[in-house]
């Protein structure tokens, strides 16, 4: 079975710039998350779809960041304009339906951005 | 809001001994834990999920617990090897609607030849 795959895997641009990451879950997987994770800390919850709809975007600088998962498939991330705070790794995950309780997400490799 | 804590931040220990981790949170409501590993500019790996009715889980040489009413947690890992270094993150599934993994900081794990 394919794991979650991200795309690009490492991304330097200059601050005020854009930039988009690319996220394809496992094949059935109906929800998705992308997490950002400082040097140091913890991954911290982005943004939560389930299918192709928004559950929790609570934490996501809507200023700046935006998300979209069309079709209920892929998924990507957008920063515009980035800011020398987002420098992090970015994570995408899925899992099969997103039930508390009893199912495991799945992280892929992640998307390491450094805004100079 | 659920808060995960993690200690020791680092650990260094050498092949063939027994170990520890520790993870406290703030909120007992938990659907479950998971254990994950994270090697440098990799993802993470789940080790392990206690479902918040189970007690502990079991994984070849790893061993997690999980005391829902203290919020604790701990991964234990039996005769340390050097493939064993790496961060060790601790998340816990919590939140009404949609259900969310609040993350510890991790521990660094090296295990020294």
């Known amino acids: 079975e394919a794991g979650v795959a991200q795309s690009p895997r490492y991304k330097i641009i200059e601050k005020r710039q854009s930039v988009a990451f690319w996220c394809n879950p496992i094949?059935?997987?109906?929800?998705l998350y992308w997490y950002q994770q400082i040097l140091g800390q913890g991954p911290k919850l982005l943004i939560q779809?389930?299918?192709?709809?928004?559950?929790?975007d609570s934490q996501l600088p809507k200023d700046r960041f935006s998300a979209e998962r069309l079709k209920g498939v892929d998924s990507t991330l957008k920063i515009q304009p980035a800011k020398l705070e987002d420098s992090a790794v970015y994570l995408c995950a899925s899992s099969l339906e997103g039930l508390a309780g009893d199912d495991e997400q799945y992280f892929g490799p992640g998307t390491r951005l450094t805004v100079t | 809001k659920q808060e995960v804590t993690q200690i020791p931040a680092a650990l260094s220990v050498p092949e063939g001994e027994n170990l520890v981790l520790n993870c406290s949170f703030t909120d007992s409501a938990i659907y479950n834990l998971q254990w994950f590993r994270q090697d440098p500019g990799k993802g993470l790996t789940s080790l392990l999920l206690i479902q918040s009715s189970q007690r502990e889980q079991t994984s070849g040489r790893l061993n997690a617990s999980l005391d829902k009413s203290s919020g604790r947690s701990t991964l234990y890992i039996a005769a340390s090897q050097p493939g064993d270094s790496a961060t060790y993150l601790c998340?816990?599934?919590?939140?009404?609607?949609?259900?969310?993994?609040?993350f510890g900081k991790g521990t660094k794990l090296s295990v020294i030849p």
């Open positions: 094949s059935g997987h109906a929800t």
């Open positions: 779809f389930q299918n192709n709809g928004v559950v929790d």
């Open positions: 998340a816990v599934e919590s939140g009404a609607g949609s259900y969310q993994l609040t």
